[in-house]
C-alpha cells in the first residue's frame, strides 16, 4: 500500500503562482510514475503532468509552459509549480502514483486550487 498527502493549493489571482507538494509513504519502491489530475465541476478528471522515476515529465498541453512538474526520489515527493494561472486552472488537483506494471493506481485526498478572474 501507498499513501500520499497533498499539501498546497488555495485561492490566488489570475496571473499568480501556486506550489503543490505530494509526498509518498508505504510501499514506495513499487510506485513508478507520479503525478497531478484534476477535476473541474461537471467535467472529467484529466491528467494535468506526471513524472516517472526517471524524471521524464510529461504535460497536458493548455498547462506546457506555465505548470513545472519536478519529483526527489529520495524523498518520494513530487512537486507541481504552476505559473501564470488562468481560472479555467481552477479544480480540485489529486496526487496519483502508478505502479511499476501499471496495475495499481493510488491517490491522494485532493487540493482544491481557485484562480479569480
Known amino acids: 500500500q501507498v499513501q500520499l498527502v497533498e499539501s498546497g493549493g488555495g485561492l490566488v489571482q489570475a496571473g499568480g503562482s501556486l506550489r503543490l507538494s505530494c509526498a509518498a509513504s508505504g510501499s514506495t519502491v513499487t510506485i513508478n510514475a507520479m503525478g497531478w489530475y484534476r477535476q473541474a465541476p461537471g467535467k472529467q478528471r484529466e491528467v494535468v503532468a506526471d513524472?516517472?522515476?526517471?524524471?521524464?515529465?510529461n504535460y497536458l498541453d493548455s498547462v506546457r509552459g506555465r505548470f513545472t512538474i519536478s519529483r526527489d526520489n529520495a524523498k518520494n515527493t513530487v512537486y507541481l509549480q504552476m505559473n501564470s494561472l488562468k481560472p479555467e486552472d481552477t479544480a480540485v488537483y489529486y496526487c496519483?502514483?502508478?505502479?511499476?506494471?501499471?496495475?495499481?493506481?493510488?491517490w491522494g485526498q485532493g487540493t482544491q486550487v481557485t484562480v479569480s478572474s
Open positions: 496519483n502514483a502508478k505502479t511499476w506494471n501499471g496495475a495499481r493506481d493510488y
Open positions: 513524472i516517472r522515476r526517471d524524471l521524464r515529465p
